[in-house]
Nanobody, 126 residues
């Protein structure tokens, strides 16, 4: 079955950078719209960034725009999230997600995605 495995989370100080990775298997990766979401304790899962199947279009939540960059390497079936200028409010479990059916749009809602990783914890200390 499809598996998405995130890695790269950790504990960092405010202002630091981290790069998250999401490795996919058993997925037609090159045709899948992908996204990153996060969920802090007691809060709903929220959209962080999304990317179209060919990487031609990306979108970000206002809270991370200019600090985070989403990218993909279809040859490695891997999705990335480069996070910079991290803030304590970025602390959350970060999830990658993939859509099974082909679409040319960036997808914003968790319900748009079919597959999810197990999440990786990012903690930013002040």
């Amino acid at each position: 079955q499809v598996q998405l495995v995130e890695s790269g989370g950790g504990l960092v100080q405010a202002g630091a950078s981290l790069r998250l990775s999401c490795a996919a298997s058993q997925l037609t990766f090159s045709r899948s719209a992908l996204g990153w979401f996060r969920q802090a304790p007691g809060k709903a899962r929220e959209f962080v960034g999304g990317i179209t199947w060919n990487g031609g279009s990306t979108r970000y939540a206002d809270s991370v725009k200019g600090r985070f960059t989403i990218s993909r390497d279809n040859t490695k079936s891997t999705l990335y999230l480069q996070m910079g200028s991290l803030k304590p409010e970025d602390t959350a479990v970060y999830y990658c997600a993939a859509r099974r059916l082909i679409t040319s749009a960036v997808l914003y809602s968790p319900s748009d995605y079919d597959y999810w990783g197990q999440g990786t914890q990012v903690t930013v200390s002040s």
